[in-house]
């Protein structure tokens, strides 16, 4: 396990105070302490995104489906997309399967695809349709079709489609965690990708009292309880045969760090009894972080989470 030091570096010292006491409640109230953060963050990111000597290209709402929520935003750099063959990296915002968007208040999650871009790759942020109208399945279902999207104008966009790498974060981890293993997406994965990330990802269908998102999962994954086990990502945790990264936050919704080592233990002992593939999984724990910083951090000065991401993606 890999245990990242000195995170919050890039904030004040008032506000990593601040960030340390929400931490210890931060189940309790989590639409406060997420609008703390993002409003922490803001700042920060809006200072990198109007950098004057950024370069960065941005293509928004293009269509990958015909709903108006199958909408994606690519970033790219001049000098990426003439190089071409660079790594895509393609991100899956969260938003406990009721609501979230690619870019909140225009800056946040564009954060995620604005750094990647800087780091020389194509980054991809995609937006998909909502519970209740588009249950279970529907966000892996969207997932699929953003792939198969961004295999077919990899190229010319300079990314290289044979090294694609899977980015989902909170519900969007649960809608990438589908799409990579439960078998009622097997004929949909028409895409491979070369690796995958899950960000505080809920791959697990619960309606726990203290679960503060249960409606969401309700909306979603539907009212019959029986069936949760059924369609919840760490059923079939097992089956994932690309490299894996988990990353989890030390302040998190109540149970999705739990779910996140469970599901990284089950790739491993898989891994481990059938040696594919042979790369075992990786576990990642971010101190100090939290459900929404964890995410909200990226393209604000601070690059432990980013770095290790890119190593995972380039070993």
Same mark, same amino acid.
């Given at each position: 396990?890999?245990?990242?030091?000195?995170?919050?570096?890039?904030?004040?010292?008032?506000?990593?105070?601040?960030?340390?006491?929400?931490?210890?409640?931060?189940?309790? %109230?989590?639409?406060?302490?997420?609008?703390?953060?993002?409003?922490?963050?803001?700042?920060?990111?809006?200072?990198?995104?109007?950098?004057?000597? @950024?370069?960065?290209?941005?293509?928004?709402?293009?269509?990958?489906?015909?709903?108006?929520?199958?909408?994606? @935003?690519?970033?790219?750099?001049?000098?990426?997309?003439?190089?071409?063959?660079?790594?895509?990296?393609?991100?899956?915002?969260?938003?406990?399967?009721?609501?979230?968007?690619?870019?909140?208040?225009?800056?946040?999650?564009?954060? #995620?695809?604005?750094?990647?871009?800087?780091? !020389?790759?194509?980054?991809?942020?995609?937006?998909?349709?909502?519970?209740?109208?588009? =249950?279970? =399945?529907?966000?892996?279902?969207? #997932?699929?079709?953003?792939?198969?999207?961004?295999?077919?104008?990899?190229?010319?966009?300079?990314?290289?489609?044979?090294?694609?790498?899977?980015? !989902?974060?909170?519900?969007?981890?649960?809608?990438?965690?589908?799409?990579?293993?439960?078998?009622?997406?097997?004929?949909?994965?028409?895409?491979?990708?070369?690796?995958?990330?899950?960000?505080?990802?809920?791959?697990?269908?619960?309606?726990?009292? %203290?679960?503060?998102?249960?409606?969401?999962?309700?909306?979603?994954?539907?009212?019959?309880?029986?069936?949760?086990?059924?369609?919840?990502?760490?059923?079939?945790?097992?089956?994932?045969?690309?490299?894996?990264?988990?990353?989890?936050?030390?302040?998190?919704?109540?149970?999705?760090?739990?779910?996140?080592?469970?599901?990284?233990?089950?790739?491993?002992?898989?891994?481990?009894?059938?040696?594919?593939?042979?790369?075992?999984?990786?576990?990642?724990?971010?101190?100090?972080?939290?459900?929404?910083?964890?995410?909200?951090?990226?393209?604000?000065?601070?690059?432990?989470?980013?770095?290790?991401?890119?190593?995972?993606?380039?070993?």
């Amino acid at each position: 396990m890999l245990v990242l030091q000195e995170p919050l570096g890039n904030l004040s010292a008032e506000l990593r105070q601040r960030f340390a006491q929400i931490g210890a409640v931060w189940g309790r %109230d989590i639409n406060a302490h997420r609008d703390l953060v993002i409003n922490a963050y803001t700042p920060l990111v809006a200072a990198a995104a109007n950098d004057a000597a @950024d370069g960065c290209e941005v293509l928004r709402d293009v269509a990958y489906g015909p709903h108006e929520r199958q909408r994606l @935003d690519v970033f790219v750099h001049t000098a990426t997309r003439e190089a071409g063959q660079a790594d895509v990296v393609v991100f899956v915002h969260g938003g406990a399967f009721l609501r979230g968007s690619k870019s909140f208040n225009g800056l946040i999650y564009d954060n #995620v695809s604005r750094w990647f871009a800087r780091q !020389g790759c194509v980054a991809v942020n995609v937006e998909y349709r909502l519970a209740p109208e588009a =249950p279970y =399945p529907a966000g892996a279902e969207d #997932v699929a079709a953003a792939l198969d999207w961004v295999r077919t104008h990899a190229v010319a966009l300079g990314g290289n489609p044979q090294r694609i790498f899977l980015v !989902g974060h909170s519900a969007g981890g649960a809608h990438v965690a589908t799409y990579l293993a439960d078998p009622a997406l097997a004929a949909q994965r028409s895409t491979p990708v070369a690796g995958a990330v899950l960000i505080s990802a809920r791959v697990v269908a619960d309606v726990l009292p %203290d679960n503060p998102n249960a409606a969401g999962v309700r909306a979603y994954f539907g009212d019959d309880a029986s069936l949760y086990a059924l369609r919840s990502p760490l059923t079939y945790a097992g089956h994932i045969d690309v490299p894996l990264m988990v990353v989890v936050a030390e302040h998190e919704n109540p149970y999705l760090d739990a779910y996140g080592a469970a599901f990284f233990e089950r790739v491993a002992q898989v891994r481990q009894r059938t040696g594919r593939p042979a790369r075992a999984p990786r576990f990642v724990q971010m101190l100090r972080h939290n459900h929404t910083s964890v995410v909200a951090h990226f393209d604000s000065g601070e690059t432990l989470l980013g770095n290790a991401m890119l190593d995972f993606f380039r070993a």
